[in-house]
């Protein structure tokens, strides 16, 4: 039996062989749907739409949905089991504020009432990640949720289309409401707002069309404050303040043939040569973050974060232990390394059937092989074309996804080219350690020098980074 997952912009498929019920499909699925009774069918939090064959409605789904939602066949989740092949659209943003405001309900009750906090909010693609900073002690305290924005498609393009063609206000809605909520909870003195320039577009409510075609024009670069937020520079619409905020922690400037690397669903990177920084932006897709392939998810309880051969057999390592429930994306990253090396996977990415991981239900598809393969060539294209021919003295990871990576994964799947052994750092986050240094005025001084120094390397259109991507398509 088959489970189709539809969001405004894409669909994910899982097998499944008995009855189940939607929110465990849902969960495997990794689509980061909050359940906020426990699955008890006593909140109606977790509507989804259904069509296909289903379990019949249940008294607790009468009372809690209305006769117009069943008629359009909305159902609870935490109710209704997947009895046959399935169509599941999850794309209701408001269960994800659920899953904001349990988090934030979790956060709040850990802090000291008077103390006086400031705030670094990194408004990712796929996770909003928050850090709160005591100001008397300097204590940090962190927590992340999914961007409700995800159901409206898992990459900046599908939401810059929907902003356009629908509504720019839902998508800022998607993000603004949750900061307001922050402050009105902990009642930061500072702020710091970072993220891609996208997201601080729709942060802001500011026309993001000029970003969706060539030339891809941003209508600001911010690098200042307002209403007692401050927002750092972007470099261009796909290099933004993540990356002013990663160059600024690293310290690039001061690396001659240093890159930083940050992978997400979209990949920037910026390499310091000559007294200049060059910023490049490539596409990667939300594979690496756990999204979009069939038993990927964000790295909890059940992950399988490791795969692994030993003499011969391949193994995995399962976050927190207990039975595996999907893999993440540097699971995914170590997975095709071993079915590389064993041979199950062929250079050129053909996998003949799903590839079951031994000793559990968690599988890999033919097709995301393949969305893994498109990624990994973009990646492996934009070192290419930004650093060119240079030696790399240093590589900056950044980002969650980065500081979970085997760097010999990535090599064995072409992901990064050989000569990065040995010199890789991980700087975790550096869009939120950026961040905090923004808190200080002398900082923001700092950046605003560095940024004069960055020069974007456009790659739409580029010949060269078409050339390398080719190149790198196979493993």
Known sequence: MIATFQGVREKRTLFFSSPTLISELLERAGTGLAFPCLKQGKCG??????????????????????????????????????????????TIPENYFQEFKQKLLKFS?????????????????????VCAVAKNNGNKQYFSFTNPQIAFGSDVMSRLKYAKDHSLEELRRCVHEPFELIKKTLKPEKCVVTGNTVMLHFFEGKDSSGMLDYPFTPSDRFGYEKGGIYFPHCVSAFVGADVSCGILKSE????????????????????????????????AGPAFEGFSTSRGETAKDGSIVRVYLDNGKICSDTLGGGKPSGITGSGIVDLVSVLLKTGVLKKDGYLKDNF?????????????????????????????????????????????????LNIQSCVDIGLFPESFLGKTEFIGN??????????????????????????????????EFAKKYIENIDF
């Not at 705030?119 to 693609?125: A, E, N, R």
């Not at 869009?431 to 940024?451: A, C």
């Open 356 to 404: 079951f991981i031994p000793g559990t239900e968690v599988f890999i598809t033919p097709d995301d092989v393949r969305q893994i393969q498109l990624a990994k060539a973009s990646v492996r294209a934009g070192i290419g074309t930004i650093c060119k021919d240079n030696s790399v003295s240093k590589v900056f990871i950044a980002g969650n996804f980065g500081n979970a």
């Open 45 to 90: 939090k977790c509507k989804v739409r259904v069509s296909g064959k289903t379990s019949p409605v249940t008294g607790q789904e009468k009372d809690l949905l209305t006769d117009a939602e069943l008629e359009k066949g909305v159902r609870l989740a935490c109710c209704t089991f997947a009895n046959g092949n399935i169509l599941i659209n999850y």
């Open 109 to 129: 009750e850990e802090f000291d009432n008077n103390n006086v906090y400031n705030i670094i909010y990194d408004v990712g693609t796929t996770t909003i990640e």
């Open 252 to 283: 690039l400037i001061q690396n001659e043939n240093a890159l930083l690397i940050d992978i997400g669903t979209n990949c920037e990177m910026a390499y310091c040569k000559d007294g200049a920084i060059y910023c490049c932006s490539v596409a």
């Open 430 to 463: 550096s869009s939120i350690d950026g961040g905090k240094l923004l808190l200080e005025d002398e900082n923001r001084k700092k950046l605003g020098e560095l940024i004069k120094k960055c020069k974007l390397v456009e790659l739409a259109g580029n010949n």
